[in-house]
């Protein structure tokens, strides 16, 4: 992913591109694409401060460590910038951070928080990306339930006899289950079962049709 | 002549007046004395939850209430109006679908008839299969081993206060049920069936009820009520011809606590009632053509329907399980269901 695409991304996320990089973005078949917008995204939450959970975070202590880590900034070599690329873990180590005389560290801080912040990100995104895909994957299932007359329900025993198959009904089937359920009812009519519940079950049966 | 008269009506009207007010006084006196007395009945006996569910028992049977419950399965819900009515020992219950397609349920006692769209209607024929419950179970309780009661406080309800009833399944067999019942009457206000992993599989509660003196019996009875019964349905469990007469089944395997619970008088029956006093399935067992549910389980809600073919030399059968169990212990009966051939018969 070039330069000139990311800055594309970080304008579009802060509603401030043109024309022709929304273009850019839309048409990139970039396997980082997604990645990247995801990122950008939770840094501009993080920087306007909307999610309380990071910004209770509290790295003053950590990085006091890390600092002390660093026993001769001046030989860490030139200063950068903190690269905020998808291999974060890797970057976001002192060594990453700009390599600012002591006497510069009230700026450094600065630097090496986001950088610190860049790995907690990264480390999140990776988490909170694998939370969407499993949410998608229910969102879609849970989509085809709500098609089908009858809920369909995915069953795992912890034996090892096998699962039982799940079945939706055509008509006929919808019938028959309907008078079974007829019978069941009157069966159930005595003790605890007593009540309307039997007759619930009938009733909500026909409410779908059945 | 007239003053006296006049003093004498307006003697009759002071007395009148006095007398009504007093009457007046002493039935909210004593109204008020009863409330007390039921409000620190409830106080002082501590009730438990044994108390409770016989309590809710006798209540559904008993009381004559009018009232509409939303009744919901996963993604879906239904709401049903429902009357119910109590008169010297006969009991009736009329629910009708407000959602969706009308639809109406009529129950006179054990008898359930169905009447959908078009008229239709849908009765279990009683000649055919008769179930006259034992009686030692009519009033049954779940023992102890199996299901753990508890009460867990009140709260409010619809403005009524109730009463909040646990009861938790003590093996995977079963599922556990949370009950709300209403502290005035005892009546069920709102459930809750839930598996093992706390999902809810079934959920019940009243949106609005009353509690009539009384309710007429034309309101709840179908004839009454002009429901033309043209078609009659063939009862779904119809034995194999070509079977044995005096066949009879049984389920090799049950859950424990479970015990069957129907009397059919009737020689090869091919109907199977099992309960542990709380959760009922019933098995059918058929001429495997003539059966047309799926292979393996269907489920809704709480209700599972478990279809098994069974082909053992020559006989070839259908069982279908079908009640409010866990899947699996539909499978395990379904699967151990097997003949038992009466003496005599080939």
Known sequence: MDDRLKESISALVDDEANELEVQRVLNSRDEDLAETWMRYHQ??????????????????????????????????????????????????????????KRSRVAGFVGIA?????????????????????????????????QNSALELAALNTDE?????????????????FNEYLLRHAEHSSFGLGRGVMPLARVASVNSVGI | MRSKLVKRRRLASLLCTALCSITLVGTSAAWAQQEAASASIMQDQQLSAKDWLARMQKAAVETNYRGTFVFSRGDMSSTVKILHRYDQ???????????????????????????????RVVKVDQDKFSNRVVSAFSDFMPKHALYALETNGSDRLIGRSVQRISVKAQDPHRFNYYLWLDQATGLLLK???????????????????????????????PIKLGV?????????????????????????????????????????????????????????????????????????????????????????????VLGEVPAKTAMMVAESVQPLMAAGAK
């Open chain 1, 160 to 176: 090892s006899r096998d699962p039982v198959v799940i079945h939706e009904f055509n008509e006929e089937q919808a019938k028959r």
């Open chain 2, 191 to 221: 459930s809750t069936v839930n598996d093992v992993d706390g999902r809810v599989l079934e959920h019940f509660h009243y949106s609005s009820i009353e509690f009539p003196e009384t309710l007429t019996e034309a309101e709840v009875n």
């Open chain 1, 43 to 100: 840094i501009r939450d993080v920087i306007r401060s909307s999610d309380p959970e990071i910004m209770a975070i509290d790295i003053r202590d950590s990085l006091a460590l890390e600092l002390a880590d660093i026993d001769d900034l001046d030989a860490l070599g030139e200063p950068g910038t903190v690269n905020l690329d998808g291999a974060g873990e890797q970057k976001a180590r002192p060594a990453a951070l700009a390599p600012f």
């Open chain 2, 89 to 119: 020992g006969l009991e009736q219950e009329r629910l009708t679908q407000l959602d969706g397609e009308m639809g109406e349920v009529f129950r006179s006692n054990a008898e359930v008839m169905c009447v959908l769209p078009n008229n």
């Open chain 1, 113 to 145: 928080a986001s950088g610190v912040l860049a790995l907690f990100l990264a480390t999140q995104f990776q988490q909170s990306l694998q939370r969407e895909h499993a949410q998608e994957q229910l969102a879609q299932t849970s989509e085809l339930e």
């Open chain 2, 228 to 320: 033309q019964v043209k078609q009659k349905m063939l009862p779904s469990a119809q034995k194999d011809r070509r079977w044995p007469g005096e066949i009879n089944w049984r389920a090799a395997w049950l859950p424990e606590g479970y015990e069957r619970i129907n009397q059919s008088s009737q020689a090869g029956q091919n109907v199977l009632v099992y309960s542990d006093g709380l959760a009922t399935f019933s098995v059918f067992v058929e001429p495997v053509e003539s059966n047309l549910m799926p292979q393996g389980a269907s489920i809704v809600g709480a209700t599972v329907v478990y279809f098994h073919k069974v082909m053992t030399g020559e006989h070839h059968y259908g069982v279908t």
